[in-house]
Structures are given as C-alpha cells and as structure tokens.
C-alpha cells in the first residue's frame, strides 16, 4: 500500500517539476521575469522581428554565470539545427530573456542548456508571415532571395563552378552546361521548380516555353547543381523557384549550334 501511495505521489510530483520550468515567447516582460503579452504564433515582417524568449527556471536560480539557449528549425517533418545564442546570467537569478531576432517563417523549438549541457527548459513557437505581407511573393524574393546568383559552368569541382559560361555549343559541348544556385544562406525550401524559356526573336521577351523541372533538395542547404542540356539553339532565360513557387534566382545563356 505503501508502496502505491509512493508512486503516485511521485507521478503528481513530475509534472509539476516540469511546469515550474518553462520557456515563454512574450513582446515584455516584468522586473521579477514575468511574461507579458505572451505570443503562440508569432507574426513577422519580411525583414525580420524581435520577440521576447523567456526561460524561467522555476524555484531554482541559476547558478552559472551563462547557460547557453539552442534553436532548432522544423525541416521537412523534423527539426534540425538553427542557431544558438550564449545568454547571460544576472544576479543569479532564476530567469534570463534574450531578445530574438525572427527572419523566417516555420515552427521553431527552444531549448536551454546549462555550462554542463543539463537541459533547463524548452518551448515551441510558431512563426508566420504578418498578414500585410504574406501574400507579397516578389517583396519576400527580395529580402530573402535577394543576393542568390545563378552561374553557368563546363563542370562542378568540390562543388563550386569552373570554368564560367556565358554560352554553350551544341556541336563543340554537346549542349551540356552545370547550372549553380548560389543562395549564400540556407535555401529554405526542399523542392525546387527550374522553368526554361527562350527569347522569341520578334518580341525579343522570354516568352517561349521550352522545358521545366523538378528537383528534390534538403532545405538547410545553401547553394546546388544540376546539369542540363540545351537541344536547340538561342537565348534562353532559367529561373529557379522555390516550394511556393517565390523566384530564388535567374540567368542567362546563350546556345549556339
């Protein structure tokens, strides 16, 4: 009997330790380490918001002088490594806050480490695009896509571009070109749509549809290859879409027989 009043005791005990340690998302926070404005989805603007991160360890202060909080990004059904931030410890305190900055939509999960790597706390947040912005593909290109490149090479070495071209013979090359995106950040999307479309030589606009494609790739990268070859002479324009069909990148390249 003793026995079964023991463990209950102990199983109403554990989420209780659990609770008491927690980590909130809130726009403010009190002198004493309370959330105000708590947050569970969290709207952002294309170039970025700030959101209070919270951790209250509960009853316990925190003896470290630092502990170390941890973020983790959801990638295609699991979460991966995001960023990490060392956050300082003040008067010994039972609580820290570090003022976050968001860049990108996704779920996100939080947790925080001591200087022995024993786990304090952790929470979970959601981060959408704010409403006057979510629906404006061009404008989110810019600011996240904005410096991606696409290059034009004879071969990937250790993969990067050599031997750059702005042209390709059918004759000499066999149409063959390596087409590199370059996005210098995480491409943040696992599938990408290469559309290729021709100059129409009366219109002079790249308005002739030749070829599309579908690649499969893991988000966290930040540049990829593929090889491509052309079949017919011309110029061509190769643009390179995201899962949402958002423009990353584009380029040009001239075929010649």
């Known amino acids: ?70 973020v983790d990004r959801k990638q295609v059904n699991r979460y991966k490594p995001y960023d990490h931030k060392k956050v300082m410890v003040h008067d010994k305190k039972n609580w820290v806050v570090y003022n976050y900055k968001f860049t990108e939509t996704g779920t996100y999960f939080f947790y925080f480490e001591d200087g022995a790597g024993a786990r304090l706390a952790s929470g979970t947040l959601v981060v959408v695009m704010d409403d006057e912005h979510s629906s404006s593909g061009d404008f989110a290109a810019r600011t996240y896509y904005g410096r991606s490149r696409l290059t034009f090479s004879d071969i990937i070495m250790d993969g990067k571009p050599f031997n750059k071209r702005g042209s390709v013979s059918i004759s000499d090359d066999g149409g063959k070109v390596y087409v590199y995106l370059d996005n210098g950040r995480p491409i943040n999307s696992d599938t990408l749509y290469v559309d290729f479309r021709r100059m129409n030589n009366r219109t002079y606009a790249y308005d002739e549809f030749i070829d599309d494609k579908k690649y499969k790739i893991e988000p966290d990268w930040p540049d990829t290859f593929f090889p491509y070859v052309f079949t017919a002479n011309g110029k061509f324009k190769v643009a390179v879409y995201n899962e949402n069909r958002i423009l990353i990148a584009e380029g040009y390249i001239e075929v010649k027989n």
Do not use: H
Not at 1 to 12: E, P, Q, V
Not at 31 to 36: D, I, L
Not at 39 to 59: A, C, H, Q, T
């Open 1 to 70: 009997m003793n026995k079964r009043i023991l463990t209950l005791l102990l199983l109403t005990l554990i989420p209780a330790l659990s609770i008491a340690q927690q980590v909130s998302f809130c726009r403010n926070y009190t002198r004493q380490g309370k959330p105000v404005e708590e947050i569970e989805k969290f709207r952002i603007k294309p170039w970025g918001s700030f959101l209070y991160v919270l951790m209250d360890n509960g009853e316990n202060r925190i003896s470290d002088d630092e502990i170390f909080m941890f």
